[in-house]
């Protein structure tokens, strides 16, 4: 038999399973693995294990190092499982943090005690609190598939608290400072592109993988359909949203959807004297050619542009923000906010523009206060009947 469980107590069992022979000895050796919870669950561990050692990738718990496993998880789970961008934020995260910083302890030897030590160094080291937070969350959902596999009982990042998140006061513009970067921002090839981003708060990615067909510029209506991004190799990486929010139309204002028919119109003509046609499945922002922009190239022409303005400085991403903070204060409904966004929930948009809710929760109580007034004075100027 290739391989057996053993029940150890109530949720405990352990799993016995053949690793081949002993090029020396000729005999069959054996290793086993301790699995916490169902019969179901320590029968499923099997199978993964049986698969591993058939496919030769099954690892040693007592002997493997976290960068073994790190570098194997990568290999078998995270490249095939996972979008591209988000594994090659993976990567960057093991590779250049945790197998530094915790690579040489075995898998089964690391401790809460070794993580909370690594989250304080790096802290001191200069890192945010959310880079740290990410640092975690790589190696809890790391760990959390070796306990999947059998490799681990529990995953010990369980048992380490994140570091807690400082508040950071969130840098938006109001419309003078929009007006200001727009009125610099024309005579450049990237004015079409920022003033789309500032009017709808659209993401960066979603902006760059816009075609026309995802615009109706008559009934001012923009589709938000998919995502384009550049990997670290040059591939370039169509993707649809993440969640079914993501998808979702926006309502283009008059005046964006009149820079968006003037953009078109020259692209058409820039087009056509290299002799290519303008089609629909074209991208809306675009090279001369219609290949796509590179997200860094347009992120750099923002930054130099904020700069020459001599305005506060804030992120390209941040005009997503100001958008979203400006449609607050005028009064507009957090749900259609949401939508325009493309949040999974109403508590996301809530939380993430906590900073305009004092403002608008004055205003309300300004207004509901103004309705009583309204009455009393109208009581007041009444006649008292005799």
């Known amino acids: 038999m290739r391989g057996h469980i053993v029940k150890r107590s109530k949720d405990s069992y352990s799993i016995k399973i053949s690793i081949g022979k002993d090029p020396t000895s000729g005999k069959y050796k054996y290793q086993w693995v301790s699995v916490k919870g169902t019969k179901r669950d320590a029968e ?19 002997k493997t190092t976290l960068a073994e496993y790190l570098e194997r998880w990568l290999r078998d789970y995270v490249w095939p499982n996972l979008a591209p961008r988000t594994a090659e934020g993976y990567e960057h995260i093991i590779r250049r943090h945790l197998i530094p910083g915790l690579g040489n302890i075995t898998l089964i030897g690391l401790k809460p005690e070794h993580l909370q030590r690594y989250q304080s160094e790096k802290l001191s080291g200069g890192l945010s609190t959310q880079t740290v937070r990410h640092h975690r969350m790589a190696l809890h959902r790391a760990l959390q598939t070796a306990v999947e596999w059998g490799l681990l009982a529990r995953n010990p990042v369980d048992a380490v608290r994140p570091p807690r998140v400082q508040g950071v006061e969130m840098q938006t513009w109001d419309e003078n400072d929009i007006a200001t970067f727009l009125e610099a921002a024309r005579p ?18 979603e902006l760059l993988g816009l075609r026309w067909c995802d615009l109706d510029l008559l009934l001012c209506k923009a589709y938000v359909t998919r995502s384009l991004h550049v990997l670290k190799g040059g591939q370039v990486l169509i993707r649809q949203p993440k969640t ?23 692209q058409a003509l ?29 992120t750099h022409a923002w930054i130099k542009l904020v700069r020459r303005t001599g305005i506060k ?64 004075n109208e009581r007041e100027k009444t006649p008292a009947k005799e």
Do not use: W
């Open 188 to 205: 450049t090839p990237y004015f079409a592109l920022f003033h789309t981003a500032l009017f709808t708060g659209m993401r960066r990615s």
């Open 44 to 62: 499923k561990c099997l199978s993964e294990l049986l698969h591993q050692v058939d496919n030769g990738t099954f690892m040693k718990p007592g």
């Open 244 to 266: 079914a929010k993501g998808k979702r139309m926006i309502d283009l204002s008059p005046l964006a959807a009149s820079v968006l028919r003037e953009h078109r119109e020259k």
């Open 313 to 376: 400085p804030i992120r390209l991403h941040d005009a997503r923000h100001s958008h979203a903070s400006i449609m607050l204060k005028q009064g507009a409904h957090p749900k259609v906010v949401q939508e325009r966004l493309g949040h999974a929930s109403i508590q996301i948009t809530l939380d993430i523009y906590s900073h305009v809710t004092p403002g608008l929760q004055e205003a309300a109580a300004a207004r509901f206060d103004q309705a009583f007034i309204t009455r009393y």
């Open 270 to 298: 820039d087009r056509a004297m290299l002799g290519i046609p303008l089609r629909d499945d074209d991208l809306v922002f675009s090279d001369l050619e219609g290949k796509p922009l590179l997200p860094n190239t347009v």
